[in-house]
Protein backbone atom coordinates (compact mmCIF):
# COMPACT_ATOMS: atom_id res chain seq x y z
CA UNK A 1 0.00 0.00 0.00
CA UNK A 2 1.22 3.51 -0.59
CA UNK A 3 0.68 6.85 1.59
CA UNK A 4 1.23 9.95 0.50
CA UNK A 5 2.50 13.01 2.21
CA UNK A 6 -0.17 15.82 2.86
CA UNK A 7 2.54 18.07 0.48
CA UNK A 8 3.11 15.39 -2.26
CA UNK A 9 -0.85 15.48 -2.61
CA UNK A 10 -1.38 18.89 -2.76
CA UNK A 11 1.76 18.79 -5.79
CA UNK A 12 -0.23 16.09 -7.34
CA UNK A 13 -3.47 17.96 -6.92
CA UNK A 14 -2.05 21.38 -8.34
CA UNK A 15 -0.30 19.55 -11.42
CA UNK A 16 -3.52 18.21 -12.16
CA UNK A 17 -5.31 21.11 -12.55
CA UNK A 18 -2.42 22.93 -14.55
CA UNK A 19 -2.91 20.01 -16.78
CA UNK A 20 -6.66 19.88 -17.36
CA UNK A 21 -6.51 23.50 -17.77
CA UNK A 22 -4.22 23.61 -20.58
CA UNK A 23 -5.96 20.66 -21.98
CA UNK A 24 -9.18 22.70 -21.82
CA UNK A 25 -7.93 25.90 -23.06
CA UNK A 26 -6.46 24.33 -25.84
CA UNK A 27 -10.35 22.96 -26.80
CA UNK A 28 -11.56 26.25 -26.40
CA UNK A 29 -8.70 28.06 -28.84
CA UNK A 30 -7.64 29.96 -26.04
CA UNK A 31 -3.81 28.27 -26.67
CA UNK A 32 -2.78 27.81 -29.89
CA UNK A 33 -1.62 24.35 -30.90
CA UNK A 34 1.59 23.31 -32.17
CA UNK A 35 1.90 24.23 -36.49
CA UNK A 36 -1.08 26.13 -35.88
CA UNK A 37 -1.57 28.58 -39.07
CA UNK A 38 -1.49 32.42 -38.54
CA UNK A 39 -4.35 34.77 -40.23
CA UNK A 40 -2.46 37.89 -42.14
CA UNK A 41 -4.40 40.72 -44.04
CA UNK A 42 -2.62 42.22 -46.89
CA UNK A 43 -1.71 46.12 -46.23
CA UNK A 44 -3.10 47.84 -49.82
CA UNK A 45 -0.47 51.14 -48.43
CA UNK A 46 2.25 48.65 -48.51
CA UNK A 47 1.75 46.06 -50.90
CA UNK A 48 2.59 46.49 -54.50
CA UNK A 49 3.09 44.89 -57.66
CA UNK A 50 4.74 46.02 -60.44
CA UNK A 51 4.68 44.78 -64.51
CA UNK A 52 7.26 45.61 -66.95
CA UNK A 53 5.68 45.41 -70.55
CA UNK A 54 8.48 46.11 -72.97
CA UNK A 55 8.82 46.80 -76.91
CA UNK A 56 9.77 44.95 -79.55
CA UNK A 57 9.47 45.13 -83.76
CA UNK A 58 11.68 47.02 -86.48
CA UNK A 59 10.67 50.24 -85.28
CA UNK A 60 10.69 49.74 -82.26
CA UNK A 61 12.45 52.94 -81.34
CA UNK A 62 9.80 54.83 -81.98
CA UNK A 63 7.55 53.40 -79.16
CA UNK A 64 7.79 53.30 -75.17
CA UNK A 65 8.48 50.63 -73.08
CA UNK A 66 5.31 50.79 -70.00
CA UNK A 67 5.43 50.49 -66.49
CA UNK A 68 1.89 49.87 -64.95
CA UNK A 69 1.83 49.79 -60.83
CA UNK A 70 -0.85 47.61 -58.79
CA UNK A 71 -1.98 49.14 -55.78
CA UNK A 72 -5.43 48.73 -53.49
CA UNK A 73 -4.66 44.85 -53.32
CA UNK A 74 -6.27 43.43 -50.86
CA UNK A 75 -6.97 39.57 -49.48
CA UNK A 76 -5.90 37.48 -46.76
CA UNK A 77 -3.01 35.09 -46.28
CA UNK A 78 -2.89 31.68 -43.82
CA UNK A 79 0.64 31.33 -43.18
CA UNK A 80 2.30 28.25 -41.34
CA UNK A 81 5.62 28.76 -40.47
CA UNK A 82 6.33 25.16 -39.24
CA UNK A 83 4.26 23.56 -42.19
CA UNK A 84 4.71 25.83 -45.04
CA UNK A 85 3.14 23.40 -46.88
CA UNK A 86 -0.30 23.89 -44.85
CA UNK A 87 -0.14 27.63 -46.49
CA UNK A 88 -2.70 29.28 -48.75
CA UNK A 89 -3.68 32.74 -49.82
CA UNK A 90 -6.47 34.94 -51.99
CA UNK A 91 -5.29 38.16 -53.54
CA UNK A 92 -7.51 40.38 -55.21
CA UNK A 93 -6.06 43.46 -57.97
CA UNK A 94 -8.31 45.91 -59.10
CA UNK A 95 -7.38 46.76 -62.78
CA UNK A 96 -9.09 50.09 -63.15
CA UNK A 97 -6.41 51.41 -59.98
CA UNK A 98 -3.40 50.46 -62.28
CA UNK A 99 -1.04 52.90 -62.28
CA UNK A 100 0.31 53.05 -66.03
CA UNK A 101 3.62 55.16 -66.98
CA UNK A 102 3.83 57.41 -64.05
CA UNK A 103 6.68 59.61 -64.60
CA UNK A 104 8.15 59.00 -61.34
CA UNK A 105 7.51 54.96 -61.80
CA UNK A 106 9.60 55.45 -64.72
CA UNK A 107 12.23 57.11 -63.20
CA UNK A 108 12.33 54.45 -60.82
CA UNK A 109 12.78 51.75 -63.18
CA UNK A 110 15.36 53.29 -64.93
CA UNK A 111 17.40 52.13 -68.05
CA UNK A 112 14.86 51.67 -70.69
CA UNK A 113 12.17 54.21 -69.22
CA UNK A 114 13.77 57.37 -69.77
CA UNK A 115 11.84 58.75 -72.52
CA UNK A 116 8.83 60.68 -70.60
CA UNK A 117 5.27 60.03 -72.19
CA UNK A 118 2.97 63.27 -71.92
CA UNK A 119 -0.69 63.36 -70.79
CA UNK A 120 -1.86 62.32 -74.16
CA UNK A 121 0.37 59.44 -74.86
CA UNK A 122 -0.52 58.25 -71.03
CA UNK A 123 -4.55 58.05 -71.71
CA UNK A 124 -3.92 56.47 -75.32
CA UNK A 125 -1.73 54.01 -73.68
CA UNK A 126 -4.03 53.32 -70.69
CA UNK A 127 -7.51 53.24 -73.09
CA UNK A 128 -5.53 50.39 -74.92
CA UNK A 129 -4.27 48.21 -72.12
CA UNK A 130 -7.62 48.56 -70.67
CA UNK A 131 -9.65 47.86 -73.63
CA UNK A 132 -11.51 44.70 -74.74
CA UNK A 133 -8.60 43.19 -76.26
CA UNK A 134 -6.37 43.75 -73.44
CA UNK A 135 -7.34 43.73 -69.70
CA UNK A 136 -11.08 44.42 -70.47
CA UNK A 137 -11.48 46.29 -67.44
CA UNK A 138 -15.21 46.68 -68.09
CA UNK A 139 -15.96 42.96 -67.67
CA UNK A 140 -13.28 41.66 -65.67
CA UNK A 141 -12.20 44.34 -63.04
CA UNK A 142 -10.39 42.25 -61.15
CA UNK A 143 -7.04 39.90 -61.52
CA UNK A 144 -6.81 37.20 -58.90
CA UNK A 145 -4.41 34.89 -57.59
CA UNK A 146 -5.06 31.91 -55.36
CA UNK A 147 -1.62 30.77 -53.20
CA UNK A 148 -2.82 26.89 -53.14
CA UNK A 149 0.21 25.79 -51.29
CA UNK A 150 3.67 26.39 -50.76
CA UNK A 151 7.14 24.13 -50.64
CA UNK A 152 10.66 25.00 -49.43
CA UNK A 153 11.96 26.22 -46.05
CA UNK A 154 11.89 30.06 -44.98
CA UNK A 155 12.85 32.68 -46.38
CA UNK A 156 13.51 31.20 -50.00
CA UNK A 157 9.64 29.41 -50.73
CA UNK A 158 7.83 27.75 -54.33
CA UNK A 159 4.07 29.14 -54.25
CA UNK A 160 1.81 26.70 -55.77
CA UNK A 161 -0.63 29.71 -57.64
CA UNK A 162 -3.25 30.22 -60.02
CA UNK A 163 -3.39 33.54 -61.22
CA UNK A 164 -6.95 34.24 -63.24
CA UNK A 165 -6.53 37.48 -66.00
CA UNK A 166 -9.68 38.54 -67.54
CA UNK A 167 -11.47 34.77 -68.09
CA UNK A 168 -8.36 32.86 -67.98
CA UNK A 169 -6.83 31.27 -65.18
CA UNK A 170 -3.05 29.36 -65.34
CA UNK A 171 -1.44 27.66 -62.93
CA UNK A 172 2.10 28.46 -62.27
CA UNK A 173 5.00 28.45 -59.62
CA UNK A 174 6.21 32.03 -57.88
CA UNK A 175 9.78 31.53 -56.60
CA UNK A 176 8.98 34.39 -53.50
CA UNK A 177 11.17 35.04 -50.32
CA UNK A 178 8.90 35.32 -46.88
CA UNK A 179 10.04 37.10 -43.58
CA UNK A 180 7.80 37.33 -41.14
CA UNK A 181 8.38 39.43 -37.69
CA UNK A 182 6.10 40.96 -35.45
CA UNK A 183 3.17 40.18 -36.78
CA UNK A 184 3.79 41.05 -40.07
CA UNK A 185 4.57 39.04 -42.64
CA UNK A 186 5.93 40.46 -46.45
CA UNK A 187 6.15 38.38 -49.26
CA UNK A 188 8.54 39.30 -52.31
CA UNK A 189 9.40 37.99 -55.86
CA UNK A 190 9.21 38.19 -59.20
CA UNK A 191 7.87 35.94 -62.41
CA UNK A 192 7.42 36.24 -66.13
CA UNK A 193 4.10 35.32 -68.03
CA UNK A 194 2.66 35.76 -71.54
CA UNK A 195 -0.29 38.03 -71.82
CA UNK A 196 -1.50 35.14 -74.77
CA UNK A 197 -1.72 32.28 -72.10
CA UNK A 198 -4.53 34.71 -70.69
CA UNK A 199 -6.51 35.63 -73.44
CA UNK A 200 -4.62 39.24 -74.49
CA UNK A 201 -3.81 40.41 -77.31
CA UNK A 202 -0.03 42.22 -76.89
CA UNK A 203 -0.26 45.78 -78.81
CA UNK A 204 1.02 46.16 -82.26
CA UNK A 205 0.91 48.96 -84.99
CA UNK A 206 2.22 48.88 -88.63
CA UNK A 207 1.72 45.56 -89.10
CA UNK A 208 3.88 44.44 -86.32
CA UNK A 209 6.83 47.05 -86.87
CA UNK A 210 5.34 48.55 -83.58
CA UNK A 211 4.84 46.23 -80.85
CA UNK A 212 5.27 45.15 -77.43
CA UNK A 213 6.26 41.97 -76.45
CA UNK A 214 4.25 38.97 -75.39
CA UNK A 215 6.17 38.22 -72.13
CA UNK A 216 5.92 40.77 -69.44
CA UNK A 217 8.03 40.44 -66.62
CA UNK A 218 6.05 41.19 -62.63
CA UNK A 219 7.66 41.81 -59.38
CA UNK A 220 5.22 42.01 -56.12
CA UNK A 221 5.76 42.82 -52.83
CA UNK A 222 3.00 42.03 -50.47
CA UNK A 223 2.25 43.25 -46.97
CA UNK A 224 0.23 41.70 -44.57
CA UNK A 225 -0.27 41.95 -41.23
CA UNK A 226 -1.63 39.48 -38.68
CA UNK A 227 -5.17 40.39 -36.14
Known sequence: MRFETPRAARLQSVWLWLAA???????????????????????????????????????????HNHILVAKGISGRVSFNAESVAASSAGVSVPVAF??????????REGAGFEAELNDSNRASVRENMLGTAQLDVAQFPRVTIVIDRAEGSLPTLKLHARIKIRDREQAVILPATVSV???????????????SAFGI???????????????????????????
Open 21 to 63: TLVAGMLAGTFPAVGQARDYAIDAEASQLRIRVLRTGTFSVLA
Open 181 to 195: DSGTLIVSGETDLLQ
Open 98 to 107: LEIDDPKERV
Open 201 to 227: TPYTALFGAIAVQDSVHIKFQIVARSG
